[in-house]
C-alpha cells in the first residue's frame, strides 16, 4: 500500500514539473532551444551509427538478394545454353543424314539400282578383317555377294547376311578384289585390298597408260559390282621393272573409316553384264 502511495505522488510530481518547465520554456525560448540542443547533441551520435548500420545492412541484403537472382537467372541461361547445343547438333545430324540419302535417292533415280539403304552399327573388332556391321539382313533381301556403296563410290560388298545384319567386307581387306578400269585411257585390272588404307591395282600391263591421278572404276566384269562405280584415285605409279605388270597404288574414294549410311544393292541390269545374285541364291 505504501509503495503504491509513492508511485502516485512521483507521478504527481513529474506531471507538475513538466507543467512548470513547460510554461517557463513558453516564457523564455531561449531555455526550450538550450534543451533541444542538448536533446540533440546526445542523441545524433546514436542516430548517425544507427543510419551507416542500416545502409550496410539494407546494401548487404540487397546486393545478396541480387546475387542470388543472379546465380539462379545464370542457372537457368546454362540450362537453355546446353538445350540450344543439343538441338542444333541434332539438326546438324539430321542434316547430314538427309544429304546422304538425297544423294542415294538421286543415284537410285539415276541409274535404276533397286537397293536398302542402311547403318552402320558396328565394325570389326578384332582389326584382322576390314569390315563393318550394318542394320539390315536377310528380311531385307539383303545377300551374300551384294555390293555396298556410298555416293556412287564403292565401299565393299557383303560378306555375310543374318536375320536382321549383315557384315559388309571392305575395299581394303586383304581378300578384297574388284574388277576395275582407268576411266581416262581404259586399261584394265583388280583392285586388292592391302589391309591398309590405300589399294593395289594389280594385273595392269607394262604398256598401259595409267598416270597419277586417274579415276579408277569399276568394269562390271566380276560379277559383282554393276559398270562405272568409282573406286578410287592412282596416288603412285611404279617405275617399270621389266616385268609383265605395273604396280599402281589406289586410293579409296570413300573414307571408309567413318562410315555411317550405305546403300546395299539388291538388282541392277549392266548392258548384258551378270548382276548381283538373286534374292533365292545361296549365300556363302
Given at each position: 500500500?505504501?509503495?503504491?502511495?509513492?508511485?502516485?505522488?512521483s507521478?504527481?510530481?513529474?506531471?507538475l514539473?513538466?507543467?512548470?518547465l513547460?510554461?517557463?520554456?513558453?516564457?523564455?525560448?531561449?531555455?526550450?532551444?538550450?534543451?533541444s540542443v542538448f536533446?540533440?547533441t546526445?542523441?545524433?551520435p546514436f542516430?548517425?551509427?544507427?543510419?551507416?548500420?542500416?545502409a550496410?545492412?539494407?546494401?548487404?541484403?540487397?546486393?545478396?538478394?541480387?546475387?542470388?537472382?543472379?546465380?539462379?537467372?545464370?542457372?537457368?541461361?546454362?540450362k537453355e545454353v546446353?538445350?540450344?547445343?543439343?538441338?542444333?547438333?541434332r539438326l546438324?545430324?539430321l542434316?547430314?543424314?538427309?544429304?546422304?540419302?538425297?544423294e542415294?535417292?538421286?543415284?537410285?533415280?539415276?541409274?535404276?539400282?533397286?537397293?536398302?539403304?542402311?547403318?552402320?552399327?558396328g565394325?570389326?573388332?578384332?582389326?584382322?578383317?576390314?569390315?563393318?556391321?550394318?542394320?539390315?539382313?536377310?528380311?531385307?533381301?539383303?545377300?551374300a555377294?551384294?555390293?555396298?556403296?556410298?555416293?556412287?563410290s564403292?565401299?565393299?560388298?557383303?560378306?555375310?547376311?543374318?536375320?536382321?545384319s549383315?557384315?559388309v567386307?571392305?575395299?581394303?581387306?586383304r581378300?578384297?578384289?574388284?574388277?576395275?578400269?582407268?576411266?581416262?585411257?581404259?586399261?584394265?585390272?583388280?583392285?586388292?585390298g592391302?589391309?591398309?588404307?590405300?589399294c593395289?591395282?594389280?594385273?595392269?600391263?607394262?604398256?598401259?597408260?595409267?598416270?597419277?591421278?586417274?579415276?579408277?572404276?569399276?568394269?562390271g566384269?566380276?560379277?559383282?559390282f554393276?559398270k562405272g562405280?568409282?573406286?578410287?584415285?592412282?596416288?603412285?605409279v611404279?617405275?617399270?621393272?621389266?616385268?609383265?605388270?605395273?604396280?599402281?597404288?589406289?586410293?579409296?574414294?570413300?573414307d571408309?573409316?567413318?562410315?555411317?549410311?550405305?546403300?546395299?544393292i539388291?538388282?541392277?541390269?549392266?548392258s548384258g553384264?551378270?548382276?548381283?545374285?538373286?534374292?533365292?541364291?545361296?549365300e556363302q
Amino acid at each position: 500500500m505504501l509503495r503504491h502511495h509513492r508511485i502516485v505522488t512521483s507521478v504527481v510530481l513529474f506531471f507538475l514539473l513538466s507543467l512548470v518547465l513547460t510554461a517557463y520554456s513558453v516564457r523564455n525560448p531561449a531555455v526550450g532551444q538550450l534543451g533541444s540542443v542538448f536533446f540533440q547533441t546526445l542523441t545524433v551520435p546514436f542516430q548517425r551509427t544507427f543510419q551507416v548500420g542500416w545502409a550496410q545492412v539494407s546494401h548487404f541484403w540487397s546486393g545478396y538478394v541480387w546475387l542470388i537472382a543472379a546465380e539462379d537467372e545464370n542457372t537457368i541461361l546454362k540450362k537453355e545454353v546446353l538445350s540450344l547445343r543439343s538441338e542444333v547438333a541434332r539438326l546438324r545430324e539430321l542434316s547430314q543424314e538427309a544429304a546422304a540419302l538425297r544423294e542415294i535417292l538421286q543415284l537410285r533415280t539415276q541409274t535404276g539400282y533397286e537397293g536398302v539403304v542402311t547403318s552402320v552399327i558396328g565394325e570389326d573388332p578384332s582389326g584382322w578383317v576390314e569390315s563393318v556391321t550394318i542394320d539390315r539382313g536377310r528380311s531385307d533381301r539383303i545377300r551374300a555377294r551384294m555390293p555396298a556403296i556410298l555416293g556412287g563410290s564403292v565401299v565393299g560388298q557383303v560378306h555375310a547376311s543374318a536375320l536382321r545384319s549383315a557384315q559388309v567386307l571392305l575395299l581394303t581387306d586383304r581378300t578384297s578384289g574388284v574388277a576395275g578400269l582407268v576411266q581416262r585411257s581404259r586399261a584394265r585390272g583388280i583392285v586388292l585390298g592391302t589391309g591398309t588404307d590405300e589399294c593395289t591395282f594389280a594385273y595392269v600391263r607394262e604398256e598401259e597408260d595409267v598416270l597419277v591421278g586417274d579415276i579408277v572404276v569399276t568394269s562390271g566384269l566380276d560379277g559383282v559390282f554393276p559398270k562405272g562405280l568409282e573406286i578410287g584415285r592412282v596416288v603412285e605409279v611404279g617405275e617399270s621393272s621389266g616385268g609383265m605388270f605395273r604396280e599402281i597404288r589406289v586410293a579409296p574414294s570413300v573414307d571408309l573409316k567413318h562410315l555411317e549410311t550405305l546403300f546395299v544393292i539388291t538388282g541392277f541390269e549392266d548392258s548384258g553384264e551378270k548382276g548381283v545374285p538373286s534374292q533365292g541364291s545361296e549365300e556363302q
